[in-house]
């Protein structure tokens, strides 16, 4: 999904740049800079591959949950790159959520944790679970806006049907 790879950007980082949303996840979550960039590994070394990781992880999953989701509240399944891309604007709140979720993972399978450079294991989980539920919250309201916009569109469709005797 190259629409939402970066779509969702963290201020602080330079050089900086500001992402087509104009969303910061630590503007919208309040996670500070320092939390995110001292979870990157040797292999990581700074905070710009860690962001990259936690989007590719991310937004495989993200679509999977959008599928799901229209599923669910729908039983339709029409969910494509394409689709996602002209509605992701609607769709950019329940994306920052999920990518502060799987921001949580990465901060809770770090080796290099401890209270002074980051958040702990506890406060992690715990935050994970307000993001995950923020993020069902939001998705079904993005997705029930989505549908509700297509229905619109089709709306002065009508059918006419002539009975012969």
């Not at 609607?90 to 080796?111: C, D, Q």
């Not at 944790?113 to 679970?129: G, P, Q, S, V, W």
Request: glycine share 4%; aromatic share 10%.
């Amino acid at each position: 999904m190259s629409c939402l790879k970066d779509y969702i950007g963290i201020d602080g980082v330079i050089p900086a740049v500001t992402p087509p949303s104009g969303l910061f996840i630590n503007r919208e979550l309040t996670i500070p800079v320092q939390h995110i960039s001292s979870v990157a590994s040797t292999s990581q070394i700074d905070l710009a591959t860690v962001w990259s990781e936690v989007q590719d992880k991310a937004i495989k999953k993200f679509i999977i949950r959008v599928q799901l989701g229209m599923q669910e509240l729908f039983n339709s399944c029409d969910v494509d790159e394409d689709w996602v891309c002209a509605n992701i604007e609607k769709l950019a709140m329940p994306f920052i959520y999920y990518l502060g979720s799987e921001l949580m993972i990465e901060i809770k399978h770090t080796n290099r944790i401890n209270r002074y450079t980051t958040i702990d294991k506890h406060r992690a989980t715990e935050l994970k679970y307000e993001f995950d539920n923020e993020f069902q919250v939001q998705l079904k309201a993005a997705l029930t806006l989505i549908n509700a916009g297509e229905k619109r569109e089709t709306g002065s469709v009508y059918t006419y049907v002539e009975v012969l005797p």
